[in-house]
Nanobody
Framework: QVQLVESGGGLVQPGGSLRLSCVAS????????CGWYRQAPGKQRELVAT???????NYADSVKGRFTISRDNAKNTVYLQMNSLTPEDWAVYYC??????????WGQGTQVTVSS
């Protein structure tokens, strides 16, 4: 079992920055890929960024150059640094972990509100 706890969401003005954190319980090294997804009201959940245990990253086109995903294995934590936020980034952000056995785990979500 893996439990994920997100934090770092909040209200930010357009052009601002936030850093989301996702702490995983259990052995971080059983996780093959960590990712951040988001879901805006009335829309489907979409991929934001992923990072493998080897450090390979992948980003949605809409966030490339603005968001950075990283992981700290010593702290069992994955981060999402979000810069130059726009109202289109307003959503609930979810942390995901996929283990080597392909089992999937999700956090409870953290709200990001971008508004002036």
């Amino acid at each position: 079992q893996v439990q994920l706890v997100e934090s770092g969401g909040g209200l930010v003005q357009p052009g601002g920055s936030l850093r989301l954190s996702c702490v995983a319980s259990g052995s971080f090294f059983t996780i093959r890929v960590c990712g951040w997804y988001r879901q805006a009201p009335g829309k489907q959940r979409e991929l934001v960024a992923t990072i493998t245990n080897g450090g390979t990253t992948n980003y949605a086109d809409s966030v490339k150059g603005r968001f950075t995903i990283s992981r700290d294995n010593a702290k069992n934590t994955v981060y999402l640094q979000m810069n130059s936020l726009t109202p289109e980034d307003w959503a609930v952000y979810y942390c995901n972990a996929r283990r080597f056995d392909d089992s999937d785990y999700w956090g409870q979500g953290t709200q990001v509100t971008v508004s002036s």
